[in-house]
Antibody, heavy 121, light 111 residues
Framework: EEQLVESGGGLVQPGRSLRLSCAAS????????MHWVRQAPGKGLEWVSY????????GYAESVKGRFTISRDNAKNFLYLQMNSLRAEDTALYYC??????????????WGQGTLVTVSS | QSVLTQPPSVSGAPGQRVTISCTGS?????????VHWYQQLPGTAPKLLIF???NRPSGVPDRFSGSKSGTSASLAITGLQAEDEADYYC???????????FGTGTKVTVL
């Protein structure tokens, strides 16, 4: 069974940093692109970032460009999101999701259960 | 800021048919990128419902169907059931933004 488990969320002050992790299992991790998607409390889904199978292609939403960095470790089957200069508006449940292509252009399946990031003083 | 527009809510009685629209533009749906749909039950992660505009993953009831035309797509639920009460999101790729985009989301209420 394909499974994604996020970790690393928590309460952080504005301007500080946080690193999210996503452990993948049940599929050949380095065959697929991966994404981060977030959902602010009571709001809709917002795509955050993607990384291609070999890290050769990356993409970011305008709202996080220059502050967040996506990366992956194919040897360990892990996806990461380094979040710097955090703002109150970054408060959300962060999901990792597997793309069904290697390049990051397809649909997302499966999704993890999410990890909550709260940015507040 | 969502690039794909959906109605905030739709409702119907059990057994009825409801449709959810997803309106994009010439940089995403209109240029030929596929549309996918997700169902999010309360307190859970989104789950893939329709992929590649019209295809259902294994296990998704055939009450759910998708279509696409021009710069828009639609999700139809026929024979509405109480368990279908959830939030639904469309998703596509946007060439101008060089990334994926989601719809604004639609809450389906079963009366």
């Amino acid at each position: 069974e394909e499974q994604l488990v996020e970790s690393g969320g928590g309460l952080v002050q504005p301007g500080r940093s946080l690193r999210l992790s996503c452990a993948a299992s049940g599929f050949t991790f380095d065959d697929y692109a991966m994404h981060w998607v977030r959902q602010a409390p009571g709001k809709g889904l917002e795509w955050v970032s993607y990384i291609s199978w070999n890290s050769g292609s990356l993409g970011y939403a305008e709202s996080v460009k220059g502050r967040f960095t996506i990366s992956r470790d194919n040897a360990k089957n892990f996806l990461y999101l380094q979040m710097n200069s955090l703002r109150a508006e970054d408060t959300a449940l962060y999901y990792c999701a597997k793309d069904t292509s290697s390049g990051g252009y397809n649909w997302f399946d499966p999704w993890g259960q999410g990890t909550l990031v709260t940015v507040s003083s | 800021q969502s690039v794909l527009t959906q109605p905030p809510s739709v409702s119907g009685a059990p057994g009825q048919r409801v449709t959810i629209s997803c309106t994009g533009s010439s940089s995403n749906i209109g240029v030929g990128y596929d549309v996918h749909w997700y169902q999010q039950l309360p307190g859970t992660a989104p789950k893939l419902l329709i992929f590649g505009n019209t295809n259902r993953p294994s296990g998704v009831p055939d009450r759910f169907s998708g279509s696409k035309s021009g710069t828009s797509a639609s999700l139809a639920i026929t024979g509405l059931q109480a368990e279908d009460e959830a939030d639904y999101y469309c998703q596509s790729y946007d060439g101008s933004l060089s990334g994926s985009v989601f719809g604004t989301g639609t809450k389906v209420t079963v009366l």
